[in-house]
Nanobody, 121 residues
Framework: QVQLVESGGGLVQAGGSLRLSCAASGRTVSSYDMGWFRQAPGKEREFVASINYSGGSIDYADSVKGRFTISRDVAKNTMYLQMNSLKPEDTAVFYC??????????????WGQGTQVTVSS
């Protein structure tokens, strides 16, 4: 199993930037497909970005394309989400998640506790 711990959230003005980190322990980030999700108050959790186990496939939600960048540092066993040009509608609790890169594993299996991102207008 892998344990995930997010950090880097906070309060930022619209147009600002934040970098979220997701530190993994127990297994290496290169053993999992990993992703970022977010949940705004009163809304369902939604996909933000993902990176596959090899790092060769990256995907973004349309709402964050061109503003957010997902990456990872295998040596540090950490995944990142660089968020630029933040908007008030980005306000949410951000979660990192991981799943085994197996064809029959469709849903993310492991989740962090979340980190709050608040963007003021």
């Amino acid at each position: 199993q892998v344990q995930l711990v997010e950090s880097g959230g906070g309060l930022v003005q619209a147009g600002g930037s934040l970098r979220l980190s997701c530190a993994a322990s127990g297994r290496t980030v290169s053993s999992y497909d990993m992703g970022w999700f977010r949940q705004a108050p009163g809304k369902e959790r939604e996909f933000v970005a993902s990176i596959n186990y090899s790092g060769g496939s990256i995907d973004y939600a349309d709402s964050v394309k061109g503003r957010f960048t997902i990456s990872r540092d295998v040596a540090k066993n950490t995944m990142y989400l660089q968020m630029n040009s933040l908007k008030p509608e980005d306000t949410a609790v951000f979660y990192c998640a991981a799943k085994r890169p197996l064809w029959f594993v469709a849903k993310y299996e492991y989740w962090g506790q979340g980190t709050q991102v608040t963007v003021s207008s």
